[in-house]
């Protein structure tokens, strides 16, 4: 299955990822941003806001309503790269149909949620 991706989904946040790394003892994503923004998101947060069909349905009214709470102690097992607007994450509970946008990611880090030591 190969996409194509323009770059104009690039711009509509005006950064881009230069590292990915897990710390806090692998519980919290830290991305690095080129335009100097570091943002670190909580595994937990991060499963429970996974967007896929699975998770959030075709319609509100199908939405799970994940919460943080049910993921503690989550891992991430596998992350790529999607073109250059998003990462594929794969769970360690096994869930892989996940997409995280980068317009997701950043705007994630720049709630209060990333924020708590
Ligand atoms: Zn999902």
Redesign the pocket.
Known sequence: MTQEYTSREHASIGAFPESLELTDGDSVLQIGWDDGTVTRLPLSVLRAA???????GHHPSQSLNLQPEQFAGIAIADVAPVGRYAYHIVWSDG?D??IYSLKMLYEMGGSDIANNP
């Open positions: 996974c967007a896929c069909a699975v998770c959030q869930h149909t996940g």
